[in-house]
């Protein structure tokens, strides 16, 4: 759902539109600093940072990694979730459960939680008010409690993005990186 995406984005401010699922964790090689002139931001990246899967076989990857994170940055299909919230509810229930038990033990880890192809969904399309129908996804009860599990509007941010265009991606990662 956009997590190489945005990875290399944000590490080297390229967009790439091709999709290739990510199976196994990918360490960067080294150091890499990047300056969003259009952002305002210089951003450093450890050279202990990963690209990690989102499949269930990965959970394990997740809390070893997030040992010396200060960020856990989880995406969803938004979109999926609104025409399948049944399916995909178990499957992120799932995933909340993992992180909730990883910043059990890290006080000082935030969470983003980015809800991603918001841009794919008909009445977000459609929408006369973008900002306020995205206010009400956000109001969801099920979006709510993602954000309670894991610690509250103080330690988790929950934004919904659409990452189609280098545009989109640049707005993105300035919505999303906001919260640190």
Same mark, same amino acid.
């Given at each position: 759902?956009?997590?190489?995406?945005?990875?290399?984005?944000?590490?080297?401010?390229?967009?790439?539109?091709?999709?290739?699922?990510?199976?196994?964790?990918?360490?960067?090689?080294?150091?890499?600093?990047?300056?969003?002139?259009?952002?305002?931001?210089?951003?450093?990246?450890?050279?202990?940072?990963?690209?990690?899967?989102?499949?269930?076989?990965?959970?394990?990857?997740?809390?070893?990694?997030?040992?010396?994170?200060?960020?856990?940055?989880?995406?969803?299909?938004?979109?999926?979730?609104?025409?399948?919230?049944?399916?995909?509810? /178990?499957?992120?229930?799932? %995933? $909340?459960?993992?992180?909730?038990? @990883? #910043?059990?033990?890290?006080?000082? &880890?935030?969470?983003?939680?980015?809800?991603?192809?918001?841009?794919?969904?008909?009445?977000?399309?459609?929408?006369?008010?973008? /900002?306020?129908?995205?206010? %009400? $996804?956000?109001?969801?009860?099920? @979006? #709510?409690?993602?954000?309670?599990? &894991?610690?509250?509007?103080?330690?988790?941010?929950?934004?919904?993005?659409?990452?189609?265009?280098?545009?989109?991606?640049?707005?993105?990662?300035?919505?999303?990186?906001?919260?640190?």
């Amino acid at each position: 759902t956009g997590k190489t995406t945005l990875f290399n984005f944000l590490m080297n401010g390229e967009f790439t539109d091709t999709y290739e699922q990510t199976v196994f964790k990918k360490k960067i090689k080294k150091e890499m600093k990047h300056k969003f002139k259009h952002l305002n931001l210089r951003l450093k990246i450890n050279p202990n940072s990963y690209d990690v899967g989102g499949s269930q076989d990965q959970h394990g990857v997740w809390k070893k990694l997030s040992e010396e994170a200060n960020v856990l940055i989880y995406l969803f299909d938004v979109n999926k979730w609104m025409n399948n919230p049944e399916y995909l509810e /178990v499957e992120i229930e799932r %995933d $909340i459960s993992v992180i909730e038990n @990883i #910043i059990r033990s890290k006080k000082d &880890l935030k969470v983003i939680l980015v809800g991603t192809h918001i841009d794919l969904d008909s009445d977000y399309i459609n929408a006369e008010n973008k /900002v306020a129908y995205r206010d %009400d $996804i956000l109001n969801e009860a099920f @979006i #709510i409690g993602m954000q309670v599990r &894991l610690g509250g509007r103080d330690r988790c941010h929950i934004t919904l993005e659409s990452f189609r265009g280098e545009d989109n991606l640049s707005i993105a990662t300035k919505n999303i990186l906001s919260f640190l």
